[in-house]
């Protein structure tokens, strides 16, 4: 068998490409120089394709502080889907929970605390106890609970993050990546979009205590819907943002900040980044026929062929027909074939950089032909 590799560009057909090359071909984007980023570590990724838009030491391992939280909630929202916990469950507030240092809700032993307002208290109020309290309804105790927070972390692919803690207090074993972080933060939107929204939310009252969502940019940028801060005198200011803007998401993540103020105006210049520089095309839907293949010994002679997910890319404005494919298939191609097979594969590279590979699948399932049509293409394969 050889393999067939057939250059194609793709984007004719589509208008988006050329609209885009056309409208926005005058609009100068700032460079990555004129942004000068004034923190360590930082990074912004574009949440439909994956792609990093620009970074500085993404894979340096730093303290999270309480960005920890974001992964607390996602395993607590995992037991909600679960139905290992409800909303409205009254959760005992042991004492450690209760007397858990930094930032606190303010719940009480004695006290009836449910699970949505430990929820609440620990996305909004960033409630070190609240985070306590929480893992120690679903585990039993915060330390059998961190263990669910690190096997989450290596199925999310998190290769640079341990927890030791539910609150992001310091210690030698507890750090992550401004990469990882995003890993997870998609991770939440993507799989929760019933609690997303709770990072949005400006500000939460318990126990007659109202305290301000600490992310300013929820009241500076219409566009922006969470997540999370973080502070302590080592890992300095912190802030996890994401925004949308015309169905383009951006996430952005600022670590090591030297003051709140300067986390807020460096998260806020990434994303105009982003926005401004970058655009977000779908190149494909998902189950859309991309290109036939010949097919053998088959009880139909063409294949339809695709990929299974959306396929997106971030490009520079103005600049999505420098986008281009070539494809990869063994030939012959010969029945039976299952629908969602994999066939081949799609190599896209934008100005002469690889952009990624991608599995082609089979559309449709083609079961074999009869024994004298299979005869009839062996005969043919032969004098080829």
């Not at 439909?48 to 929202?77: C, D, H, W, Y």
């Not at 996305?123 to 059998?144: K, P």
């Not at 961190?146 to 692919?157: D, P």
């Not at 027909?321 to 629908?339: R, T």
Request: glycine share 6%; hydrophobic share 40%.
């Amino acid at each position: 068998m050889k393999y067939i590799i057939l250059f194609a560009l793709f984007f004719a057909s589509f208008p988006i490409f050329s609209q885009q090359s056309k409208n926005q071909s005058q609009i100068k984007t700032k460079s990555l120089s004129e942004l000068s980023i004034t923190t360590d570590t930082y990074i912004l990724t574009d949440f439909q394709s994956g792609q990093t838009l620009v970074s500085q030491n993404p894979s340096k391992r730093v303290e999270p502080a309480s960005l920890t939280k974001m992964m607390t909630a996602q395993i607590v929202f995992s037991a909600l889907r679960q139905k290992r916990i409800s909303l409205k469950q009254i959760v005992p507030v042991s004492e450690k929970a209760w007397r858990a240092e930094g930032s606190r809700m303010f719940i009480e032993p004695g006290r009836p605390v449910t699970v949505e307002e430990l929820i609440n208290g620990l996305i909004v109020q960033s409630g070190n106890d609240a985070s306590i309290a929480l893992a120690e309804a679903i585990s039993g105790s915060e330390e059998n609970f961190v263990n669910l927070m690190n096997k989450e972390a290596e199925r999310l692919g998190m290769k640079g993050t341990h927890f030791t803690n539910t609150s992001g207090l310091p210690n030698p074993d507890h750090f992550t990546t401004a990469y990882d972080l995003t890993l997870l933060v998609s991770d939440i939107i993507r799989r929760f979009p019933e609690y997303y929204p709770l990072y949005s939310l400006r500000e939460y009252t318990y126990n007659k205590i109202s305290q301000p969502n600490r992310n300013r940019l929820l009241w500076l940028d219409p566009n922006v819907d969470g997540l999370k801060t973080g502070y302590t005198k080592a890992a300095g200011y912190c802030l996890v943002a994401s925004a949308k803007r015309n169905n383009r998401r951006l996430i952005s993540i600022i670590l090591g900040a030297k003051s709140n103020s300067v986390r807020i105006k460096e998260s806020q210049r990434l994303l105009n980044y982003g926005f401004l520089s970058y655009d977000t095309v779908r190149v494909f839907r998902k189950k859309q026929e991309v290109t036939t293949i010949k097919l053998w010994k088959g009880q139909q002679k063409i294949l339809r062929t695709g990929f299974n997910h959306d396929l997106y890319f971030s490009l520079p404005k103005g600049q999505a027909s420098k986008l281009k494919a070539s494809m990869e298939y063994k030939q012959p191609l010969i029945a039976p074939i299952n629908v969602g097979q994999e066939v081949g594969v799609v190599k896209f590279i934008f100005d002469g950089k690889k952009m990624g590979k991608y599995p082609l699948i089979a559309l449709e399932s083609v079961e074999k032909s009869s024994f004298f049509s299979r005869m009839w293409d062996e005969v043919l394969l032969l004098a080829n």
